[in-house]
């Protein structure tokens, strides 16, 4: 099973203001729906809640320390490796990790794939953040350039790792 990351931040690494997006990229938006359709999506609970909904045409997972928590559309685990079990049992091909920062940084360390989204601008006023890597230990299989426009804000790239070591 193919366990991967899937994020957007900017250059010093936002990825969310107080539990919301910094930005406004259908690009992006467009990238995930693709990328993560017709597969399973784990994310925390504050992720989930800013959502507001399961995501349509994927299983959605939502990680919650509170053993009581309940939402419909959703399968609720109360750790990351409980929602690997979970996987592995029902024979995933690829899992991807959507956040928030919390989640992240206790899961980056599982991840063999990362999909990010570079957004080339800085934000002063971030709240959540990706966690720092160890980028020796990935390597670039694709990136892809986007430009802004009238949708989208800023300039933007579209990165796929492995992990390489």
């Known amino acids: 099973m193919t366990i991967s990351s899937i994020v957007a931040f900017s250059d010093n690494h936002v990825i969310g203001i107080d539990n ?7 690009n992006d938006l467009k990238f995930f729906k693709r990328t993560t359709s017709d597969h399973t999506i784990i994310m ?4 989930y809640e800013s959502i507001g909904r399961p995501l349509p045409n994927r ?18 685990f109360n750790s990351i490796e409980a929602a690997i079990e979970y996987c592995t049992k029902e024979k995933k091909d690829e899992i991807f990790f959507i956040g928030g920062a919390q989640i992240y940084s206790k ?22 953040f990706f966690p720092e890597l160890d980028w020796e230990n990935w390597e670039l299989t ?17 990165e796929t790792y492995l992990r390489s070591e």
Not at 145 to 156: G, L, R, V
């Open 44 to 47: 925390g609970r504050k992720t």
């Open 59 to 76: 299983e959605n997972i939502v990680i919650t320390r509170n053993e009581d928590y309940k939402a419909e559309g959703v399968t609720c």
């Open 20 to 26: 919301d997006l910094p930005w406004h990229l259908p």
């Open 107 to 128: 899961c980056i360390h599982l991840s063999n794939k990362l999909y990010i989204t570079r957004v080339h601008t800085t934000i002063e006023n971030g709240t959540a």
């Open 142 to 158: 694709s990136a892809e350039k986007q430009t802004k426009d009238e949708k989208n804000a800023f300039d933007h790239t579209f």
